[in-house]
């Protein structure tokens, strides 16, 4: 059992930024690859980044070189560093961590809107 929790969405501006964090329960947070995704009514569920235990990452096409993804063991943290945001960045946010086995958990998700 493994719980995540995310904060940091809100409304913002075009262009604007924000930074999610997501807090895991796990005594192993270290050993977990994480990732954040989101998702729009109507739409798929996309990949937004990810980041391994290894500190390996891979971004979606369309946020490259505006996001960043990255991670505090110590603090069971994982934050979404999100700059020059776009509406079309607008999504229910949520963050996904999996363990060496291949379990996973997700967290509750927090909205993200970016309009003017």
């Known amino acids: 059992q493994v719980q995540l929790v995310e904060s940091g969405g809100g409304l913002v501006q075009p262009g604007g930024s924000l930074r999610l964090s997501c807090v895991a329960s796990?005594?192993?947070?270290?050993?977990?690859?994480m990732a954040w995704f989101r998702h729009v009514p109507g739409n798929q569920r996309e990949l937004v980044a990810a980041?391994?235990?290894?500190?390996?990452?891979n971004y979606a096409d369309s946020v490259k070189g505006r996001f960043t993804i990255s991670r505090d063991n110590a603090k069971n943290t994982v934050y979404l560093q999100m700059n020059s945001l776009k509406p079309e960045d607008t999504a229910f946010y949520y963050c996904n961590g999996r363990g060496s086995t291949g379990d996973g958990w997700w967290g509750q998700g927090t909205q993200v809107t970016v309009s003017s």
């Open positions: 796990t005594s192993i947070f270290r050993l977990f690859d």
């Open positions: 980041i391994t235990r290894d500190y390996s990452t």
